[in-house]
């Protein structure tokens, strides 16, 4: 059996949040009699993830519940962050974690007969394997799509943005460029560009002058 | 030139790409969510303290909730696992919730404010029995008396603070069965009550600290007990005997056994069999005998005497101490469309202490239990609230004389959802009252821009959320014309119809299914399935329509069955009938008679089959199609499936003509030693396909084998069956196949070594999508097959086509043997899945999205291009073009793409998915514990403008262009005129 450790919801959050250094200690991970035996884990979320969720969803532990092999027990978390699986029996066990805003990895879990009850962890989605069963999320979830804020160069850059600027080019710029244009060149090259059939904006543009 | 037209192209394309996310002001828009608990099986008041009045409840769905007192709202809930039923719950030490679950070997600590589990304690145990759970009510707070928990055979005393098990004691002898633990107030010994063999009283007395057996007692009683007990004070409970016509009280002060018999007949004349009713009420029981309950006075000797009878259908209340050691309890019993709730006490059933008759909905049935609390009146006089279960599961709390709030919790226990078409909108009926005028849209229009430019301020944001709730008339109870107005009919454990608004989430209309002779043995069946009745579309449009209701009468599943007719519009059932037949599979046929009814086949356990609706015209047109009739079945326990067709009529053994025997065609025998099913899977038939063939990249076709007689199998190995734990790789193999229902002919057969179930699939058009688990990796894999044609492939031809050497018009038969060849992969998936479903629109033109619903109760669209077969590790650039995705080992589990957002849909069972009238759209209902709603657009509203689109600035584009226009012509002739006067 676990350590019950005696210390109100408050406190215990806070030391969570606190990314936790002191707990690494050793856990009693497995215990129990000859064929069913106990796993006992920790889900610790680090400050660096609960940093980028919003306030909404991080700290709700009472909502976290840790499901064995596919939901045949749910358990649910202390206010330590511990959790209990009693009477499991020996073999090879998938434990996943489920908080709304964090995705946590399953979590593959041996439980060893010979070694009475000893517990190797393997997280199943980065194949790394734990020396003790604290589970952390891979990363926090964020279910929304975020508002851009208000920016001039987002509508400019919106298609409609870029054509609206490409047209106040046309409109404003182009007369220029023409007036600089020598008109006995541009009759020259008007004269070429006919002559190779090929109708060009440029041909149609002195005919509006 | 060209270059710059053909970046603004790929902008603009870009720009287009699809993503399926929300904003987070959007959340309600298009979505709802109810939560609920279920049928509440015990409630615990807290309301001694000031602040917060609060109800503990556990319910049938295994939830434990607080909820407010006064307005119903839940403060938490937690949903235990599936197989953790509770058992007792109680409050301990004023701060915690303790709870009982899994047969009396789990006991939890919750935090009573906010929910959060404070300790965890696994008890012993080592049989099934019936598990007991009693918290000590501690007058000093200071000093800590143990909880006590007996379950599977263990009495075990747990400290209420840290859930540490001070002692355990051993009941598992061989036949004896404990019955009470009991323990008197202000005493250290526990009285622990048991039968030996159901004819040996025993006690044991139990010195509370130390948990040692201070004396045992047993005594012998000759007739033998039967079970049912009830215990009247600390020192004396009452029995029936093994005959149920005799009450025997036992009286074990100090330790003594004594038995008084008391023949029920002495009580009541000519009384039948007996049985003792479960709530506690002290020095009192109730009897229900003869259909009705009376009350027995226990006297201090154990003498009986009876005080009260009152009707069979009176729901009664433990009894509850109210000031200066009295006793009161509450009963409640229906009389027409009233409920009369009566507060008597128990020394004296003529003082009422409350009388109030309550005007109560026909639909909510009978009261099924009441659970009282008591407070003290402004003028010191008691005052009683009542919460009341009814038969549709409901919950409602009554305080004087009137209904304070009630919740629908019948809702958590959906078993079955249809859809249905709402009212057309008539030409006399006006809607457009809610239209206001030209200023109000602009100025709705302007915020909305203000909202989208993200200038609006907080009060702004507020009022367009406002206005988007409630604007375009979402939850009118008529048609619209892209189909987002739709009720939801579901059917719920209670027997009862909801509809529920898609706009909202309303109830527009319930209703308690009722038994149609009213009979004994049948007074309430509960429902099975339902089924579109009558979709009126053509023909008949002034027919409303209706839905096919499939009852029971009992659980058993050769019990008669029974059909109800319900109006979708109005709510009301336009008949019911006893068919007189058991019903073992009910099949919609694909043909409907001139007022759109649909034929249904309902086949029975004789091997019958019936057709409904019994009339001339649809035997005339059944009797047409009489050939081409097959079904199925599946015993799974034999691993056996086997194909039926149509005989002839029964008209030989019965007169009924619209009974019709069924010979076997075929069989599949899946050998038991090796495969075992565990999941069978047909396509939606109301499923529309729009294209038969797919173009894949380099111009080739390739023809879906679209067939509505495919069977999706899968078996696991005998041993595989178990939980995940419970298998060695080796050990296990998963077997999929596609069987044709028609002919029983295997087209496909995939086995998956080092895997197991369980087994959720989705089929759809031409393709399974199943997701299993593999032992090896240790990791959940999905699989994709897809079936295509062979023997049409050679008409890709265009020349083939135009000279008419194509086999385009040779006539399709499901006899024939179909060439065809699948197309699979593999991926591995990051999630445990509950079900999964997929979308489905009006045309089928759109693309697909998978709905898988998590075992965290969320719901994750995954669009069908990832799981397409022709994904390869480098796609060429025109397979890119055609948006095949690079394959990747894992699915990805975009946050974004969770369709419940930052919802759960608690303990989900089912996802429903309907069609809108727009293409892009489609319906989603998920249902479980709680309820949610959405509307998708697997590939964006492609069709229509969202409610987003800010018309004002289309507006004022459009006012500013033309300003700008006139602007110009007139500088342009003032320009023209000084250049002629120049």
Known sequence: MAPILRSTPLVALLVLQISLLFFASTLPISSGSEDSYTITGRVRIPAIILAGTAIGHAAKFSNIKVVLNGGQNISFLRPDGYFTFHKVPAGTHLIEVYALGFFFSPVRVDVSARHHGKVQATLTETRRSLTELVLEPLRADQYYELREPFNVMAILKSPMGLMVGFMVVVVFLMPKLMENIDPEEMKRTQEELRNQGVPSLSSLLPASR | ?982
């Open chain 2, 1 to 982: 030139m060209a270059i710059r037209v053909s970046l603004l192209l790929l902008v603009f394309l870009s720009s287009a790409v699809v993503s399926f996310s929300l904003y987070e002001d959007q959340v309600g828009l298009m979505d709802w969510h109810q939560r609920y608990i279920g049928k509440v099986k015990h409630a615990v008041f807290h309301t001694q303290k000031t602040g917060r009045k609060r109800v503990i409840v556990s319910t049938e769905e295994n939830v434990v909730a607080s909820l407010d007192l006064r307005h119903g709202e839940m403060f938490w809930r937690h949903v235990l696992g599936t197989n953790d039923a509770i058992d007792g719950v109680d409050i301990a030490l004023g701060k915690y919730v303790i709870t009982l679950s899994s047969q009396g070997s789990m006991l939890r600590a919750w935090n009573l404010p906010d929910g959060q589990m404070v300790w965890e304690t696994s008890l012993h145990s080592a049989q099934s029995s019936k598990s007991l759970l009693s918290v000590p009510i501690n007058l000093k707070v200071d000093k800590d008396y143990p909880i006590l928990a007996f379950g599977g055979g263990y009495l075990h005393a747990v400290s209420a603070v840290d859930g540490e098990v001070l002692w355990k004691k051993d009941f598992t002898a061989e036949g004896f069965e404990v019955q009470r633990v009991l323990q008197p107030p202000e005493s250290s010994i526990i009285y622990v009550l048991g039968f030996l063999h159901s004819s040996e009283a025993v006690v044991y007395q139990i010195d509370s600290k130390t948990g040692e057996v201070v004396a045992q007692k047993s005594m012998v009683f000759p007739g033998g007990f039967s079970g049912a007990i009830s215990s009247v004070s600390s020192d004396k409970v009452v029995v029936l005997d093994s005959t149920r016509s005799i009450l025997v009280t036992i009286g074990f002060l100090d330790g003594d056994i004594n038995f008084q018999k008391t023949p029920i007949s002495d009580l009541v004349k000519n009384s039948g069999n007996a049985e003792i009713l479960s709530p506690l009420l002290s020095n009192m029981l109730a009897v229900k005998v003869n259909k009705r309950t009376i009350f027995v006075r226990v006297g201090g000797e154990g003498k009986l005497e009876v005080v009260d009878s009152l009707s069979d259908e009176t729901a009664m209340s433990d009894s509850l101490p109210v000031a200066d050691d009295q006793v009161a309890f509450a009963s409640a019993h229906h009389e027409g469309s009233k409920i009369h709730l009566m507060v008597k006490l128990v020394d004296d059933l003529d003082t009422v202490l409350l009388r109030e008759s309550i005007e109560m909905d026909q639909h909510r049935g009978r009261v099924h239990k009441v659970f009282i609390n008591n407070y003290i009146k402004t003028d010191r006089s008691n005052g009683f609230r009542a919460l009341i279960v009814m038969e549709d599961h409901s919950l409602l709390l009554l305080q004087q004389g009137a209904i304070v709030w009630s919740r629908e919790e019948g809702l958590a226990s959906v078993t079955d959802v249809t859809t249905a078409e709402l009212p057309v909108e008539k030409d006399g009926v006006s809607v457009a009252k809610v239209e206001h005028t030209l200023v109000d849209w602009l100025k709705g229009h302007m915020l909305k821009l203000k909202g989208s430019l993200l200038l609006a301020s907080l009060e702004d944001v507020a009022a367009i959320q406002e206005m988007r709730m409630k604007s375009s008339g979402r939850s009118k109870l008529t048609r619209d014309h892209n189909g987002f107005r739709k009720l939801f009919i579901a059917l719920t454990r209670a027997g009862k119809l909801f509809a529920l608004h898609t706009g909202d989430g309303r109830i527009v209309w319930s209703m308690l299914l009722n038994s149609p002779t009213k009979s004994e043995a049948c007074e309430r069946p509960s429902g099975i399935n339902l089924y579109q009745w009558q979709v009126p579309h053509h023909h008949a449009m002034d027919e409303n329509p209706s839905v096919l209701v499939v009852g029971r009468c009992g659980s058993d599943s050769s019990a008669p069955g029974v059909l109800s007719f319900v109006d979708v519009y109005t709510g009301k059932e336009i008949s019911s009938s006893d068919i007189g037949h058991s019903v073992v599979r009910v099949m919609p046929l694909p043909f409907t008679d001139s007022t759109e009814q649909r034929l249904h086949l309902i086949a029975d356990t004789e091997g019958h089959v019936h057709l409904y609706p019994k009339t001339s015209e649809a035997l005339s047109i059944f009797q047409r199609e009489f050939q081409n009739v097959y079904w199925y079945t599946v015993e799974g326990d034999d691993g056996i499936i086997r194909g039926h067709g149509m005989k002839s009529s029964c008209a030989g053994e019965t007169a009924d003509e619209y009974c019709f025997t069924t010979k076997e065609l075929w069989t599949v025998v899946f050998p038991s030693e090796s495969e075992k099913i565990i999941s069978t899977l047909t396509r939606k038939p109301n499923e529309v396909v729009h294209t038969q063939a797919k173009v894949s990249t380099d111009q080739d076709l390739l023809y879906k084998y679209v067939s509505r007689n495919l069977l999706f199998v899968a078996t696991v190995s005998p041993k595989g069956a178990g939980e995940i734990g419970s298998v060695t790789p080796e050990e296990s193999a998963l077997v999929v196949y596609l069987i044709d229902t028609i002919t029983g002919r295997i087209l496909h057969r995939l086995s998956h070594q080092g895997c197991q179930g369980p087994v959720h699939a989705v089929f759809s058009e031409n393709w399974v999508v199943y997701h299993y688990f593999n032992l090896r990796a240790h990791k959940y894999e999905v699989t994709v097959v897809e079936i295509y044609d062979q023997s049409r492939a050679e008409n890709k031809n265009v020349w083939k086509l135009v000279l008419g050497k194509h086999n385009l018009t040779a006539p399709i038969s499901s006899y024939s043997r179909p060439e065809m060849f699948t197309k699979s992969q593999s991926y591995f998936f990051a999630q445990s899945v509950k079900t999964i479903a997929v979308t489905s629109t009006a045309k089928g033109i759109t693309s697909k999205q998978l709905l898988i619903g998590t075992i965290g109760d969320q719901i994750l669209a995954l669009d069908k291009r990832f799981v397409d077969p022709r994904r390869t590790l480098n796609p060429s650039q025109a397979e890119k073009e055609e948006g095949i995705i690079p394959l990747t080992d894992s699915l990805p589990i975009i946050p974004q793409s969770y369709i419940t957002h930052s919802l759960k849909v608690e303990g989900l069972r089912g996802i429903v998915t309907a069609p809108a009238k727009l293409e892009s759209t489609t319906h989603v209902f998920a249902y479980g514990v709680d309820l949610f709603y959405t509307r998708l657009a697997p590939s964006k509203t492609y069709d229509s403008l969202t409610d987003d689109f800010s018309y004002a600035l289309l507006l004022i584009t459009i006012v500013a262009l033309v300003a700008a226009i006139y602007i110009t012509w007139v500088i342009s002739e003032k320009k023209e005129l000084s250049e002629k006067w120049r």
